[in-house]
């Protein structure tokens, strides 16, 4: 690219920095140190600043580059990722949303404990909410090095390498300084952001085609290579039994997983009460689904106009695909509008992922401090002490994510994510649906649904190709490939509803009937809710 591309792109998105700094700062500077402002902002945001910020969390990287590229690559198969990311919000909204507010106060831990032995459960809870979120974090990171490496034309490795450093630098100052009520307004300038690009990139496409649908989608086909291939069902996922099974084992993941992230979990106890909780759902719901039905549009459009083979040039996952449609829509590389156009596409995506990344950051952090070193260490520990433990944590966790987000750059961001989801599902989805509606659940059958999950989702990703023995591996040289799925959720998921059921029926504790009593009460009604 050329130095006008990288000289107003960065321009751009320094100016987003700044104004997001700008935000912490001043938030830092009225928060009051309380664990309630710190992890939930004081629960004062509206359902629509609430819904607003979701959508924010929600529309990641994996989104915005992730999924188009794949549906540039691949067509129709690109396009199960959008559409699980979307229905799985019915779930979210009719089972999680408002029982979750009623029942917790700051994380997943909490609605679980509420009826159970709080150390066990908050030990294993804990340990897999910091699973997950590290996990998507990767993908965010694998972003960050994608747009840089398309900024900078591959001239330095060590480019991509400084700016995921900063990236985790930035994210970390974020949440340190200003919780989560500078996260949440980051999330929702974020997302007007990303909205508002998404919308002008959506219109230059349709007016390429003088609005013209079929035109686009049978243009995108030629340039494929593939025909109408491209369009129908199979390109990806139906080459063989096992690719099949791997769309299964896609979807149950994606459409379970989101009501078990950590992050969007603790964005309903930012708002007062479980009927504002319900009214976010919903107006992330509008909000996601006009973005998801946009992606539509930029991905075969990636395809009609870039063409898919200079996509996969330019990054093999096609992670650059909306950048490079951006710069064509615009007038080409070396035109004015070319660059512009590229420049704020870019600085919106920085801005995306930055915005993520701090959300994901401080859901893990809090885990770490509410749920685990509150639990092991000091039990009694004061709330101020927690905050500090949680702002330490965020820097570790920035660690670990910028050091595997530079392992797996070369991957495609929508998969990372991907896995992610099934980790969340396999291990949060199963003991949260027994908390809330199993009568007789107990501890064992907790802490077993959560292990029986999380084991074999991450043993099952390490002993698939994801990890060795294909070419697009993490580590390509060796091959200790067992299992032929990429996406484990068709085994785990179920792993970790058996696992609860079994460690439920096997435990001699006795459920204690007034404390579920009292739960479903105050997830029902909010009698009680915090």
């Given at each position: 690219m050329t130095g006008d591309h990288q000289t107003l792109a960065l321009l751009l998105f320094s100016v987003f920095v700044a104004v997001t700094l700008g935000i912490t700062t001043w938030v830092s500077r009225r928060r009051h140190g309380?664990?309630?402002?710190?992890?939930a902002g004081g629960r004062l945001f509206s359902p629509m600043e609430n819904g607003f910020a979701i959508a924010g969390d929600y529309m990641s990287a994996a989104s915005f580059l992730g999924v188009t590229g794949l549906i540039a690559l691949f067509g129709y198969d690109g396009l199960l990722y959008a559409v699980g990311f979307l229905v799985a919000w019915l779930v979210v909204l009719f089972l999680v949303a408002e029982l979750v507010r009623n029942c917790g106060r700051f994380t997943l831990a909490d609605v679980i404990?509420?009826?159970m032995s709080e150390r066990p459960v908050r030990i294993a809870v804990g340990t897999s909410s910091v699973t997950v979120s590290v996990l998507y974090l990767v993908a965010q990171m694998v972003g960050a090095g994608s747009l840089v490496a398309l900024l900078l034309g591959r001239t330095s490795e060590s480019a991509q390498a400084w700016t995921v450093i900063g990236v985790g630098a930035l994210m970390v100052v974020y949440v340190s300084l200003g919780g989560m009520r500078a996260t949440t307004w980051i999330q929702i300038v974020k997302a007007v952001l990303l909205l508002s690009g998404t919308v002008a990139l959506t219109v230059l496409v349709l007016l390429r085609f003088h609005g013209d649908v079929d035109r686009l989608l049978f243009t995108a086909a030629e340039r494929s290579g593939h025909g109408r291939a491209f369009l129908a069902p199979g390109l990806r996922y139906g080459g063989s039994w096992s690719a099949r099974l791997d769309f299964i084992s896609l979807g149950l993941a994606l459409?379970?997983?989101?009501?078990?992230?950590?992050?969007?979990?603790?964005?309903?106890?930012?708002?007062?009460?479980?009927?504002?909780?319900?009214?976010?759902?919903?107006?992330?719901?509008?909000?996601?689904?006009?973005?998801?039905?946009?992606?539509?549009?930029?991905?075969?459009?990636?395809?009609?106009?870039?063409?898919?083979?200079?996509?996969?040039?330019?990054?093999?996952?096609?992670?650059?695909?909306?950048?490079?449609?951006?710069?064509?829509?615009?007038?080409?590389?070396?035109?004015?509008?070319?660059?512009?156009?590229?420049?704020?596409?870019?600085?919106?995506?920085?801005?995306?992922?930055?915005?993520?990344?701090?959300g994901i950051t401080l859901a893990s952090s809090a885990s770490v401090a509410h749920d685990l070193y509150a639990t092991l260490r000091r039990p009694h520990a004061k709330h101020r002490s927690e905050v500090a433990v949680a702002r330490t944590a965020a820097v570790g966790i920035g660690v670990v994510a910028i050091a595997l987000g530079l392992l797996a750059r070369d991957m495609n961001v929508a998969f990372?994510?991907?896995?992610?989801?099934?980790?969340?599902?396999?291990?949060?989805?199963?003991?949260?649906?027994?908390?809330?509606?199993?009568?007789?659940?107990?501890?064992?059958?907790?802490?077993?649904?959560?292990y029986g999950g999380l084991?074999?989702?991450?043993?099952?990703?390490?002993?698939?190709?994801?990890?060795?023995?294909s070419a697009g591996a993490l580590f390509p040289g060796v091959d200790f490939q067992y299992f032929p799925l990429q996406n484990p959720g068709i085994v785990s998921v179920p792993l970790g509803f058996l696992a609860g059921w079994l460690g439920t029926v096997t435990s001699d504790e006795v459920p204690d009937e007034a404390r579920h009593a009292e739960t479903e009460v105050r997830s029902l009604t909010g009698a009680g809710a915090v």
């Open positions: 309380s664990a309630e402002e710190f992890y404990a509420a009826r459409v379970l997983g989101t009501a078990g992230l950590p992050h969007i979990l603790s964005r309903f106890y930012t708002v007062p009460t479980a009927r504002a909780a319900r009214r976010s759902v919903v107006w992330s719901i509008g909000l996601i689904g006009s973005f998801y039905l946009m992606t539509f549009v930029l991905g075969f459009g990636a395809a009609a106009v870039v063409g898919p083979d200079a996509v996969r040039a330019s990054n093999e996952s096609g992670n650059t695909a909306v950048p490079l449609l951006a710069l064509d829509l615009g007038g080409g590389p070396g035109s004015t509008g070319g660059t512009v156009l590229f420049a704020i596409v870019a600085a919106v995506a920085f801005a995306t992922i930055l915005a993520v990344v701090a990372l994510v991907g896995l992610a989801f099934a980790v969340a599902a396999s291990a949060n989805l199963p003991v949260l649906l027994y908390s809330l509606f199993w009568r007789n659940f107990t501890t064992r059958g907790a802490v077993w649904a959560v084991v074999p989702a991450l043993a099952l990703v390490v002993l698939s190709p994801v990890v060795s023995g």
